[in-house]
């Protein structure tokens, strides 16, 4: 079975604090994706990873970095927290080609 | 742009009433589609997917879906649902030119009363 482990199911930080949150894939998965989740809203793609320090911007990435050193680990990064940012985060991943993504269990942060 | 709207945000029905949450997406070439669940606390799943070929898909737990070419819907149905299909359920859509990336719809929450 697939698995997507991200580093905390519940975090909370105080505003303008560096923020890090991690996941990992263990099948060897070429692409990894970060997206929130806010009710009503559904899922918003924040960014996305092809490859190995590789990325691209998806449609929300304002605020957002993120880094990708190595195949299995894709890491998202609030430079400066804002409360705005109070979200479900979910990290997915899928091999290249039409395949389903593989979602892990999310991390809700609370910005304060 | 590409989009995928679900027409009901909440939708709450007694056990063995007959489901069916409405998809539909914006574009005109060649899409794979999926639903996906989340229940409580759990992780997103996927509940069935259609790629090609039968346009009548069938998933987990008894969930079908019917892709409508003509009319861009993708419809997820259960002819009789239990209180544990409480969840949240998603529609997506994998646009072949935009590489990997998956297209959500706004979400349905589900409500099963016993």
């Known amino acids: 079975d697939v698995k997507v482990t991200q580093s905390s199911r519940y975090l909370v930080k105080r505003t303008g604090e560096k923020v890090f949150l991690e996941c990992v894939q263990d099948?060897?998965?070429?692409?990894m994706f970060w997206y929130r989740q806010d009710p009503g809203l559904g899922l918003r793609l924040i960014y996305f990873s092809y490859d190995v320090k590789m990325k691209e911007k998806g449609d929300i990435p304002e605020g957002y970095s993120v880094s990708r050193e190595k195949k299995e680990r894709f890491s998202l990064i609030l430079e400066s927290a804002s409360t705005n940012q109070t979200s479900m985060y979910l990290c997915?991943?899928?091999?290249?080609?039409?395949?389903?993504?593989?979602f892990g269990p999310g991390t809700r942060l609370t910005v304060t | 742009a590409q989009s995928v709207s679900q027409h009901n945000h909440h939708v709450i029905l007694s056990e063995a009433a007959s489901l069916e949450l409405g998809c539909n997406y914006s574009y005109g070439g060649t899409v794979n589609l999926f639903w996906y669940v989340q229940y409580p606390g759990q992780h997103l799943q996927l509940l069935l997917k259609y790629f090609s070929g039968d346009p009548l898909v069938k998933g987990i737990k008894g969930f079908e879906a019917e892709f409508i070419k003509s009319k861009f819907s993708f419809n997820l149905r259960k002819p009789s649902v239990q209180w544990s299909d409480t969840a949240e359920y998603f529609c997506?859509?994998?646009?072949?030119?935009?590489?990997?990336?998956?297209?959500f719809g706004q979400g349905t929450e589900l409500s099963v009363k016993p």
């Open positions: 997915a991943s899928t091999p290249t080609g039409p395949y389903e993504q593989y």
């Open positions: 997506a859509a994998l646009i072949y030119n935009q590489g990997g990336k998956l297209i």
């Open positions: 099948m060897d998965h070429e692409n």
